[in-house]
């Protein structure tokens, strides 16, 4: 019954009530529709199947088909896919130090390491081990 170029109503969803056409088959209930309703896949039960039946192709074009709807006098609407927004860009924030900043960290880092190496030069104790009884 469900067949390409089928004319059927749409049952449910926001095109309720909107005839479209089948265009291509996509499985044992999918469907791709077209026509009054907005291109996409739909379910076979959301359609109610008319006698009518177009001679389109398989993936016909919406200017192809908007073209037979004008035939039979049905009006289509014409719709274009919206354009994404560029999105912002973040905008990191600069992590400029000062000049005293920069010397503050690299005389404690020379500290640090003039301490390591007062610790190497140092003698080691000697450790005994005691047992106890």
Wanted: charged share 45%.
């Amino acid at each position: 019954m469900i067949e390409i170029g089928r004319i059927c109503i749409k049952l449910a969803g926001r095109d309720a009530g909107m005839k479209c056409v089948v265009v291509d088959m996509l499985g044992s209930n999918m469907v791709m529709i077209d026509g009054q309703t907005r291109r996409r896949k739909c379910s076979i039960r959301h359609l109610e199947p008319l006698e009518n039946v177009l001679k389109i192709k398989k993936g016909a074009s919406h200017s192809e088909i908007a073209a037979e709807f004008k035939k039979l006098k049905i009006e289509t609407k014409e719709s274009k896919p919206r354009k994404a927004a560029e999105k912002p860009m973040k905008v990191r924030k600069s992590s400029e130090k000062s000049e005293e900043e920069k010397s503050a960290k690299a005389a404690k880092k020379q500290a640090k390491e003039e301490k390591k190496k007062e610790k190497k030069a140092e003698p080691k104790k000697a450790k005994k081990h005691i047992k106890k009884k």
